[in-house]
């Protein structure tokens, strides 16, 4: 059992480029979550999917698009990187929405933009 | 809006002494606590939660912390710190009910031997 994967660990992007980060889970889980983590700073929800075909924004959301169009796939889609997009960007699912329920998180995707 | 503080950005301890981790929160209604440990280059993983019910929660690996609602904190402890302990820690706070939680700016934690 895999739990939650993201691809690429680690990425260098200039200014200006595009990409996507992906995001699998294989638990079956209805809900998740894109995080990012500043250095220094905790995390901040970006966006979240409470099920295939709905999307929802988080905290942070500007520059970033989501799309869920499997139970399993949860991707990230940065349009045009900036500076500001450098940090390390996590996924996580849930099974349910209520706080009884465990987030399990994948092990992040570096992001460096020059 | 709800939101938590952790005193500390840094906490040393030495190998087998008592282990304090500080969170405190804000919220207007009653809050849902979670603690997070994060090791090295990887995600982060639920420690404890308190939702409902009793205020001293433990978790897994010997840890565990209590809900004050009068000191709006949410400690976390461990009487003997091992040195597999060493990594960064995160309080977390949902106000809703809901899996939108906010996290504090975490606490790194290293054990010496």
């Known amino acids: 059992n895999a739990g939650v994967t993201q691809t690429p660990k680690f990425r260098i992007l200039k200014i200006g480029q595009s990409m996507t980060l992906q995001c699998t889970q294989d638990?079956?889980?209805?809900?998740m979550y894109w995080y990012r983590q500043d250095p220094g700073m905790g995390l901040k929800l970006i966006y979240y999917s409470v099920g295939a075909g709905i999307t929802d924004k988080g905290e942070v959301p500007n520059g970033y698009n989501v799309s869920r169009s499997t139970t399993e796939d949860f991707p990230l889609r940065l349009e045009l990187a900036a500076p500001s997009q450098t940090s390390v960007y996590f996924c996580?699912?849930?099974?349910?929405?209520?706080?009884?329920?465990?987030?399990?998180f994948g092990p992040g995707t570096r992001l460096t933009v020059l | 809006a709800q939101s938590v503080t952790q005193l500390g950005s840094h906490v040393s301890v030495s190998e087998g002494a008592l282990v304090l981790l500080r969170c405190n929160y804000s919220?207007?209604?009653?809050?849902?606590l979670f603690w997070y440990v994060q090791y090295p280059n990887q995600g982060l993983q639920l420690l404890l939660k308190y939702t409902t019910g009793a205020t001293l929660v433990k978790g897994i690996n010997g840890f565990e912390a209590e809900f004050k609602k009068s000191e709006t904190s949410f400690h976390l402890t461990k009487p003997s710190a091992h040195m597999s302990d060493a990594a960064e820690y995160f309080c977390?706070?949902?106000?809703?009910?809901?899996?939108?939680?906010?996290f504090g700016t975490g606490t790194r934690l290293l054990v010496s031997p």
């Open positions: 996580a699912s849930t099974k349910g929405a209520g706080v009884t329920d465990t987030q399990y």
């Open positions: 638990m079956n889980h209805n809900y």
């Open positions: 919220s207007s209604v009653p809050p849902y």
């Open positions: 977390a706070v949902s106000a809703t009910g809901f899996q939108k939680l906010v």
